[in-house]
């Protein structure tokens, strides 16, 4: 059984500080990792993907992942109140090439002006 | 640009009535589609799966099934709901192979009453 673990939270920053959220993921095979932003009431929306060992910035958004560790991260850097959302964590086993994306239950973040 | 249309945005449904939920993508060819279950308290479970016309995967035996006739629609259906039914429904798309983001719709909220 795959499994990703997130801490529920919720993780509460002031605004303009760093959050960071964490995940963990049991399936060694796993190759390709996904973060999804989800408001309340809203469907999932797509933040970043990261497929290789270190980091990936994009503008706000640094993804970093550690296969040895079976750990992946999200930095939000300079945090906004219009962050405050629920934060899905994915992962693939491409190695078998499943379509199938486990999913985290989630970290709610409140972003605190 | 690609875009899904997922309707109805929230339906009320007895117990026992059946469910047709449609969802098409534009400005892509021969998109993967799925449809994905998030119930209250729980992470996104996926349903069902297509990688082309005709081709179904089901991940959750259960007494609901998926069709699509068309390279651009999915459908899910059920002839008698449950009560354990209700929840998020979600239509996501792809391209490429397994590992390549999924892109999600807005969704419909089911109430099984």
């Known amino acids: 059984q795959k499994e990703v673990e997130q801490n529920s939270g919720p993780l509460s920053v002031p605004e303009g500080a760093i959050a960071s959220l964490n995940c963990t993921y049991s399936d060694r095979g796993s190759q390709s990792f996904f973060w999804y932003r989800q408001y309340s009431g809203k469907s999932p929306e797509l933040i970043m993907f990261i497929y290789s060992n270190g980091d990936k910035e994009d503008g706000r958004f640094t993804a970093q992942l550690n296969k040895a560790s079976q750990y992946v991260s999200l930095l939000i850097r300079d945090s906004q109140p219009s962050d405050s959302a629920t934060y899905l964590c994915a992962v693939n086993d491409r190695g078998a090439g499943s379509y199938q994306l486990t999913f985290g239950k989630g970290t709610k973040l409140s972003v605190i002006p | 640009s690609q875009t899904i249309h997922q309707w109805p945005a929230t339906l009320v449904q007895p117990v026992g009535s059946p469910l047709s939920l449609e969802c098409t993508v534009e400005?892509?060819?021969?998109?993967?589609l799925y449809w994905y279950r998030q119930a209250a308290g729980r992470g996104l479970q996926l349903l069902f799966y297509?990688?082309?016309?005709?081709?179904i995967s089901s991940e959750v035996p259960q007494n609901l099934s998926a069709s699509r006739p068309q390279d651009r629609q999915f459908i899910l259906s059920s002839k008698k709901l449950l009560l354990s039914d209700s929840g998020f429904y979600l239509c996501?798309?792809?391209?490429?192979?397994?590992?390549?983001?999924?892109?999600f719709g807005d969704g419909t909220r089911l109430s099984i009453l």
């Open positions: 400005g892509t060819s021969n998109p993967n």
């Open positions: 297509s990688v082309g016309i005709g081709q």
């Open positions: 996501a798309w792809s391209v490429g192979g397994a590992d390549q983001p999924q892109h």
